[in-house]
Nanobody, 125 residues
Framework: QVQLVESVGGSVQTGGSLRLSCAAS????????MGWFRQAPGKERGGVAV????????AYSGSAKGRFTISQDTAKNTLDLQMNSLKPEDTAMYYC??????????????????WGQGTQVTVSS
């Protein structure tokens, strides 16, 4: 079992930055793959970035590439998402997810076993 807890999100203006953290705990607190997803009202949950604890960042969505950075803080055992140059369309509930297995689950949410409760990010114009 893995418990995932995201840090509190926040509200920023267009062009601002936010940093989200996801703390993992439980019997298996180092799952090999972790990712950030987001879901805006009325839209499906979509992948933002995926991370391999062994090799580092694996993938970014098109909208995240160049603006967001996924990383891990091994000392704190957290998965972080640094978000820069935020836009109103980044407004969503952001979720941390974790998966086991030998292959990256990519942006397929069905392949992630553990999920955090979500944290709200709001970007105003």
């Amino acid at each position: 079992q893995v418990q995932l807890v995201e840090s509190v999100g926040g509200s920023v203006q267009t062009g601002g930055s936010l940093r989200l953290s996801c703390a993992a705990s439980g019997n298996d607190n180092s799952p090999p793959y972790m990712g950030w997803f987001r879901q805006a009202p009325g839209k499906e949950r979509g992948g933002v970035a995926v991370f391999s604890r062994r090799t580092g960042p694996l993938a970014y969505s098109g909208s995240a590439k160049g603006r967001f950075t996924i990383s891990q803080d091994t000392a704190k055992n957290t998965l972080d998402l640094q978000m820069n140059s935020l836009k109103p369309e980044d407004t969503a509930m952001y979720y941390c997810a974790a998966a086991g297995g030998a292959w990256s689950p990519g942006f397929d949410a069905r392949r992630y076993t553990y999920w955090g409760q979500g944290t709200q990010v709001t970007v105003s114009s």
